[in-house]
């Protein structure tokens, strides 16, 4: 999959409008198949006062390898490509959802799967966690998209799911946490496979966050000295 993301032929099929950058429901084709996929390139990305610019789609790339490296599968496969038809940019697989279906409006059993998903939030620091941006698919998989605004070096959660605030972290989830942050020295293949895609004080930051998560062993309290929701929060 991530082969056919990075090297099938992209081609645009339709653009989403209500997103703040330039963002592209694509088509990868690689060997007879065929994947939707969302494309954001580089170029369509909104300057931002916090964030450096053109650095947004290495963002969401960053995010696919943290989910894949916890063993969560929480983000759908995402690549970054040099080569697009709107230049360099990045590709990840279009999930199938029910758009009206968000956090604001889970069932109870949903929102009760939503423990890794605050971690995983806390650890990438994301500070643009809206309810539509957490999706359930139709096998009933939760994913989570729109990374953009992830890894910053200050604290900058800004999330719409303050669930479990306080709450100890189940032991298995804490563990997780522990061996991603052993694995995340610098020097270490991850630490190595991230260089391209963040800054160092940045990827030492995210293993700062889980060092503390696993320390302090609970879900995060909103801070009260900063916003702690993000605009518009759906
Ligand atoms: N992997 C995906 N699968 C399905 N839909 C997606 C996926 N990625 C993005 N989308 C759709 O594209 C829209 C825009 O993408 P996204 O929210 O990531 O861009 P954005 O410019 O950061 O927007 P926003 O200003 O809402 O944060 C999403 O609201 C969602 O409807
Ligand atoms: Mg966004």
């Known amino acids: 999959m991530l082969d056919a993301l990075q090297k099938g032929d992209l081609s645009l099929q339709g653009q989403f409008l209500q997103g703040s950058n330039y963002t592209f429901l694509a088509q990868v084709d690689c060997e007879d198949h065929k994947y939707p996929v969302v494309y954001k390139p580089t170029r369509g990305e909104q300057p931002l006062w916090d964030f450096p610019t053109g ?3 290495k963002r969401e790339v960053v995010a696919f390898k943290i989910s894949e490296a916890l ?7 995402t690549v970054y490509r040099r080569v697009g038809p709107l230049g360099p940019g990045s590709v990840q697989l279009y999930i199938e959802h029910d758009a009206t279906y968000h956090y604001f ?6 929102k009760l799967r939503l423990r890794p998903v605050i971690l995983f939030d806390c650890l990438v620091n994301n500070a643009d966690r809206k309810a539509s941006h957490v999706l359930v698919d139709s096998s009933d998989h939760i994913w989570l998209i729109d990374h953009g605004l992830c890894f910053h070096t200050e604290d900058k959660l800004r999330t719409v799911i303050w669930d479990y605030a306080g709450d100890p972290i189940p ?4 563990e ?3 061996l991603l942050s052993a694995r995340m020295r610098l020097g270490s293949s991850l630490a190595l496979d991230l260089a391209p895609l963040l800054k160092e004080e940045e990827i030492l930051a995210m293993r700062k966050r ?3 998560l696993v320390e302090t062993g609970c879900f995060p309290m909103p801070p009260t000295d900063r916003r702690v ?4 929060p759906v």
């Open 55 to 57: 650095t947004l789609a």
């Open 71 to 77: 063993g969560w599968d929480l983000v759908p496969p």
């Open 105 to 110: 409006n889970f069932e109870a059993a949903d």
């Open 171 to 174: 032991e298995p989830l804490r």
């Open 176 to 178: 997780d946490v522990r």
């Open 210 to 212: 889980a060092i503390h």
């Open 229 to 232: 929701y993000p605009w518009p």
